[in-house]
């Protein structure tokens, strides 16, 4: 995933539990604040776990029919919440008709989430192929009037970071001129909520939402599910300085690799995903060493942190006490499929507001996992080079390197 | 429709209206400082992603035939699979999976180490019949009636997940598309990943249903499921220059021509089936593809 020419990010479009607008996650994250609270839209009472990080209301982008957008699936919502903001933050979007423009996003089953949300409302569209319509990566480039490359992706996980990378190349091919880069995800639904508690993955802290999702700490019992997403225009350096565009960072490098173990239990053999980080540093030229912040994938599970601690420490070797190290779930919650998209995003904000998003919820550090942690409150920090790594069921392993561009 | 496509520069009616007002950004940044570009002072060219296509197949099964397709474990490069690797898979991951070990056997694969390529997989409107089951599982017992497999070998990663796991892959691995477009969006991605020149070879899998499955309604046990085809078109790829003979498939993002078919998986699975030598498709999501098994793909290629 080398790249060829200087890729940058320009534009951001957001919306997790935390707010709809960069200023709100951003100031959301570095405040510590917790997205985490009581499931509310269905019945929870016969579900092991019972909180999640939702998004109650997407907001309609500017000038979009309310009635229309209300009308919508919520994912297709999202995606063109985060789309539409992007563009316009970018300085696109009343030029978006005069490029090629490109859509890569993450999403990762929507299909389910279709039927499922049909299903329980009374229908049975599971049954009527014919009603299938378009997916939800169609229906966003027609409302915002993008004919251009467009495909969905799915790494679980590890999407964005795969959305990011495939966009990265279309960039480097001159296939596109900018590419919307991204993942959403709204995972928080009775079938999906039941499926990952009856897998045992997920907190059963029900009576202290805000308290539920501890990455790194002694006392976490699993995940927290989350909704949201994020989308970033990408262009090639050379487009973006021409323009005077405001670049939030580069895209240096990426790394990808499988465990080939297991499709949902991570490998216990940190190599692969030891490979995937240093894949992405080389491709960045970085060394572990100058690594400034690392947004780690833990997402609280008793397993998962431990294993990633194992893969920081083969990594970073003797530099690991001076990486700072935290896990924005613990505010977010795990939001799946848009996971690594968010977590780049607060790896933005970290560069952007020099200032490192902690890890709330930490208040006894696993000594399995002793790394250099941001605890509970965010800390005034410099950051050039922020590392963000993403893993999946599948065996999937992902790494992102931004630098300030 | 909900969404209406609009010819660029006219508001769409309804939906998308934007005036002026709305159309000012309320952000941080100054955008007065940011200069408008027009796509002719852009670089418009971009380049055509060919790969040497090492072994392929398109492979048909009766979905009646899944269930003991599941039974009966598949043995890939000489070693069986364990009898229980696709115990939760969905039946379509099945089908691409046999249509992996098809090729392995059918082009002289099955010694090849796979371990540093990618997976590329594009199953189509994957979980229908196991989200009816879920559905009404949920209505009979509530959560305790979902199965934890659900998500993991239902979502779009599944089916390149267990082809990594299968064919001990370490290379990237995942899902692309999912809906009636996914074959198209398959290979755009596919050749785009390949054309880096990293990967030693990628194999891209695609499966359907040829109709749409239908499935049976679980509350109603005269409600069978419709029979159908699973379709499955496995590809392992590598890159151009590589000394290797066999067909080129390039892809490219720019206009096909107006007088081309937009790809499907069945007009693809079609023309490796009846070893067509050239065609050549539109991909609706954008761009499009060319499959070339003709001696002059050898010069195409070198």
């Known amino acids: 995933m080398s790249a060829r020419c200087p890729v940058w990010i320009t534009g951001v479009g957001a919306g997790t539990p935390l707010g709809h607008t960069y200023r709100a996650i951003a100031d959301g994250l570095l405040a510590g604040r917790s997205g985490i609270r009581a499931v509310t839209g269905f019945d929870t009472s016969q579900h092991p776990c019972r909180i999640g990080g939702q998004i109650d209301k997407v907001p309609c982008p500017p000038g979009f029919d309310e009635a229309a957008f209300a009308k919508l699936l919520r994912l297709e919502q999202l995606s063109l919440w985060c789309c539409d903001a992007a563009l316009r933050d970018a300085g696109w979007w009343e030029h978006r008709g005069e490029l090629r423009l490109g859509v890569v996003l993450g999403i990762g089953a929507e299909w389910l989430v279709q039927w499922e949300a049909d299903g329980l409302a009374g229908g049975n569209g599971v049954f009527h192929p014919e009603r299938d319509g378009q997916s939800v990566i169609r229906k966003t480039c027609e409302a915002l009037q993008l004919s251009c490359p467009a495909v969905s992706v799915s790494a679980a996980c590890a999407s964005g970071n795969y959305a990011l990378a495939q966009a990265r190349r279309w960039l480097e091919l001159g296939w596109v001129d900018v590419c919307l880069a991204g993942a959403c995800d709204i995972a928080v639904s009775p079938l999906s909520l039941a499926g990952f508690g009856n897998l045992r993955a997920l907190s059963r802290r029900n009576d202290q939402p805000e308290l539920a999702s501890r990455p790194f700490d002694k006392d976490r019992d699993g995940f927290v599910m989350g909704e949201g997403g994020a989308v970033f225009v990408l262009e090639r350096a050379e487009t973006a300085r021409k323009r005077s565009a405001h670049a939030y960072a580069e895209v240096a490098g990426l790394g990808a690799s499988s465990d080939a173990h297991n499709m949902v239990i991570p490998s216990p053999d940190p190599e692969p995903a030891t490979a995937a980080m240093r894949q992405a540093l080389a491709d960045a030229r970085v060394n572990p060493g100058e690594v400034d912040y690392l947004n780690a994938h833990a997402t609280s599970t008793p397993v998962g942190d431990v294993a990633e601690s194992r893969v920081l420490e083969t990594v970073f070797g003797e530099s690991l006490p001076r990486v700072p190290v935290s896990s924005t779930k613990s505010m977010t919650g795990h939001l799946l499929t848009a996971a690594a998209a968010v977590e780049a995003l607060a790896c933005v904000i970290a560069m952007e507001r020099r200032a490192l998003p902690p890890t709330i919820n930490l208040t006894q550090p696993d000594p399995e996992c002793a790394l250099r942690h941001v605890p509970n409150q965010a800390e005034d920090h410099a950051v050039r080079v922020a590392v963000s790594n993403s893993f999946g069921f599948g065996g999937s392993n992902t790494c992102l390197v931004l630098k300030a561009a | ?302």
Not at chain 2, 83 to 104: C, M, N, R
Request: aromatic fraction near 6%; charge should be negative; glycine fraction near 10%.
């Open chain 2, 1 to 302: 429709m909900l969404f209406q496509p609009v010819p660029r520069g006219e508001l769409a009616e309804g939906l998308a209206s934007p005036t002026r007002d709305a159309l000012a950004k309320p952000t941080r940044k100054d955008f007065s400082r940011v200069k408008p570009m027009h796509s002719s002072s852009l670089d418009s060219r971009g380049q055509t992603a060919r790969c040497r296509v090492a072994g392929w197949t398109a492979y048909r099964v009766a979905s009646a035939d899944l269930p003991s397709l599941r039974q009966q474990p598949l043995v890939l490069q000489g070693t069986p699979l364990a009898p229980s690797f696709l115990k939760h898979a969905d039946e379509q991951t099945i089908a691409g999976l046999t249509a992996v070990a098809k090729v392995l056997r059918e082009h002289g694969l099955e010694d090849t180490d796979f371990s540093q390529w990618g997976v590329i997989a594009s199953p189509r409107f994957l979980g229908r019949a196991a989200l009816a089951v879920a559905l009404s599982r949920f209505a009979a017992e509530g959560a305790w009636g979902i199965s934890p497999h659900l998500i993991p070998h239902r979502s779009l990663h599944a089916l390149s997940g267990t082809v990594s796991q299968a064919l001990k892959i370490h290379g990237p691995n995942y899902g692309v598309g999912g809906g009636i477009d996914g074959a198209a969006e398959a290979l755009l991605a596919a050749s785009a990943l390949l054309a880096n020149d990293e990967l030693p070879g990628l194999w891209v899998v695609l499966t359907g249903y040829d109709p749409e499955l239908v499935p049976g309604d679980p509350l109603d046990n005269a409600a069978q499921p419709s029979a159908a085809n699973c379709m499955a078109v496995a590809l392992a790829l590598i890159p151009p220059g590589k000394g290797h003979a066999g067909p080129v498939l390039s892809v490219g993002a720019g206009e096909g021509g107006c007088d081309l078919a937009d790809l499907t998986l069945e007009q693809f699975a079609d023309t490796l089936a009846n070893g067509e030598p050239l065609a050549r498709w539109n991909l609706p999501c954008g761009g499009w593809a060319a499959w070339d098994d003709t001696e002059t793909a050898v010069e195409i290629c070198l």
